[in-house]
């Protein structure tokens, strides 16, 4: 399993940006996945996650209506599109792949390097 994400970068409060993963090494519609973040002295904290065919999505009440999760099935990648951010979203974003097809019963094992999101002015 390869997850390598990609997309992260400065970015000033209101912006937008979007983050890539891509996976090999496994069927990736076959299973749920999930976007993970880390800020600086904090664990780690679920985004968002999306089950194997991409019909069902759920999010943290802090990026709903901000933050979009969906997934290229064809091309084996996840996104995640980011809109009005704010210093609080500041992080590594990580993206986890799940065991399950679906995101409510899947545990989540595998995660990538993480990709850097810095919102500043």
Do not use: H
Request: net charge positive; with cysteine.
């Amino acid at each position: 399993v390869q997850l390598v994400e990609s997309g992260g970068n400065l970015v000033q409060p209101g912006g937008s940006l979007g983050l890539s993963c891509a996976a090999s090494g496994f069927t990736f519609s076959n299973f749920a996945m999930r976007w993970v973040r880390q800020a600086p002295g904090k664990g780690l904290e679920w985004v968002a996650q999306i089950d194997s065919r991409g019909g069902m999505t759920n999010y943290i009440d802090s990026v709903k209506g901000r933050f979009t999760i969906s997934r290229d099935n064809v091309n084996n990648t996840l996104y995640l599109q980011m809109n009005s951010l704010q210093p609080e979203d500041a992080a590594v974003y990580y993206c986890e792949k799940g065991t399950l097809g679906s995101y409510s019963y899947s545990t989540y094992k595998y995660r990538g390097q993480g990709t850097q999101v810095t919102v500043s002015s």
